[in-house]
């Protein structure tokens, strides 16, 4: 788009000069709830999925105990920072109406493409319908929302034809990027390593929309133009394919401030996670 600053506009922590402490709240907060669920014996760590030592899923069980529904958490970085243990407690809201929670890490560029990202998280998702055998709500935060879209937007039967259509009828995407293209003119490229051609075929916004399921698109209101757009573009191209999609702007939050209602089992952020969590 002529005129726009994609360096300014895709740079969420020099936006949130309070970024810091945000991430030493949530090293915290997801340090002590690994602690009380691993207490409570609801916690399984490290489990591995691929062959790396990033490819590992934690396990947080829903605090009722015994079978229920299942959700996948991805977690952002711009594909190439933080790690998932960060997020442990992501998991507490959902977990507290008794769903189970898989908190999932990936490789990281430039040692990898975001295309081998994507793959990982499909190799993460195959590891979950092995192990529960039951299609799943997958929710991510800013990459982990591009992420999130890739999977509910795969076409699983292509992969295997022993695997259901739906295996993720519903996703909920918070601060997602779902078109890639302005990230090669930005400085963050160095390490994502995209052109043209690859930010278009990793953009999920470009992809055939998953026609019978449900996808919301959050965003926080104080975040930049473009993050604003992105939120509202994929809703808007889904909605138009088929998807049941919903799109929010919610108010007083910033880049990084606007998943902490995951954590909130009463909140209105995780209940509407419990009603993504039930679409078949």
Request: glycine share 10%.
């Amino acid at each position: 788009m002529p005129g726009v600053d994609y360096e300014v506009e895709y740079n969420n922590r020099a936006r949130v000069p309070e970024h810091p402490q945000i991430f030493a709240r949530w090293t915290r907060e997801a340090s002590a709830y690994r602690e009380r669920t691993a207490v409570e014996k609801r916690a399984e760590l490290g489990l591995s999925y691929g062959s790396s030592a990033r490819q590992i899923i934690d396990l947080f069980h829903g605090a009722s105990g015994g079978a229920g529904p299942l959700a996948l958490f991805i977690h952002g970085g711009y594909w190439r920072s933080l790690e998932p243990a960060m997020f442990s407690h992501m998991a507490a809201g959902l977990n507290a109406r008794g769903v189970t929670v898989a908190v999932a890490g990936y490789d990281l560029c430039p040692q990898v493409t975001i295309a081998t990202i994507i793959d990982q998280m499909r190799a993460a998702c195959l590891f979950l319908w092995r192990r529960f055998g039951q299609p799943f709500l997958v929710y991510g935060h800013s990459a982990g929302g591009h992420l999130a879209a890739a999977m509910q937007a795969t076409d699983w039967t292509a992969m295997d034809a022993g695997l259901p259509t739906r295996l993720v009828p519903a996703g909920c995407s918070i601060s997602g990027v779902f078109d890639l293209t302005p990230l090669v003119t930005v400085s963050m490229n160095d390490d994502l390593r995209l052109d043209p051609a690859e930010a278009l075929r990793v953009s999920p916004l470009f992809w055939p929309p998953p026609e019978g399921t449900r996808f919301d698109s959050l965003v926080g209101a104080r975040e930049s133009s473009e993050f604003l757009r992105q939120a509202r573009s994929i809703a808007d191209a889904w909605g138009k394919g088929g998807v049941a999609t919903r799109y929010d702007a919610i108010a007083g939050a910033d880049h990084f401030t606007v998943c902490d209602g995951l954590t909130d089992p009463t909140g209105p952020l995780v209940q509407r996670l419990v009603e993504l969590v039930w679409a078949r």
